[in-house]
């Protein structure tokens, strides 16, 4: 099994900036990629930023230039800071992480989500 927790969510003025965090923890054996998705109240969710094992980027049109996805692999924990945020920028943010985890004498692929955190950009 594997656990997200999510942190640093909450209201955060326009032009300001929040970090987001998510630890997993559970018995992994590696991890491929962990990202960040978004959803808006009425809207579909979205890849927001994603990093691999091997520090590949992705990062949402919008976004880019703002939001920096960063890990550490020692604490299996990804991080989004978030600078300049913008109303429009307001959503859930869920956590996910994809990798294999044992499940003795098995190993098996995972892709988990956060359970979200609620950033509120708003004057």
């Known amino acids: 099994q594997v656990q997200l927790v999510e942190s640093g969510g909450g209201l955060v003025q326009p032009g300001g900036s929040l970090r987001l965090s998510c630890a997993a923890s559970?018995?992994?054996?590696?991890?491929?990629?962990m990202g960040w998705y978004r959803q808006a109240p009425g809207k579909e969710r979205e890849l927001v930023a994603f990093?691999?094992?091997?520090?590949?980027?992705k990062y949402l049109d919008s976004v880019k230039g703002r939001f920096t996805i960063s890990r550490d692999s020692a604490k299996n924990t990804v991080y989004l800071q978030m600078n300049s945020p913008q109303p429009e920028d307001t959503a859930v943010y869920y956590c996910?992480?994809?990798?294999?985890?044992?499940?003795?004498?098995?190993?098996?692929?995972?892709?988990?989500w956060g359970q979200g955190t609620l950033v509120t950009v708003s004057s």
């Open positions: 559970g018995t992994i054996v590696s991890i491929n990629a």
């Open positions: 990093i691999t094992s091997g520090d590949r980027i």
């Open positions: 996910n992480v994809k990798g294999t985890l044992e499940i003795w004498p098995l190993q098996r692929n995972f892709d988990s």
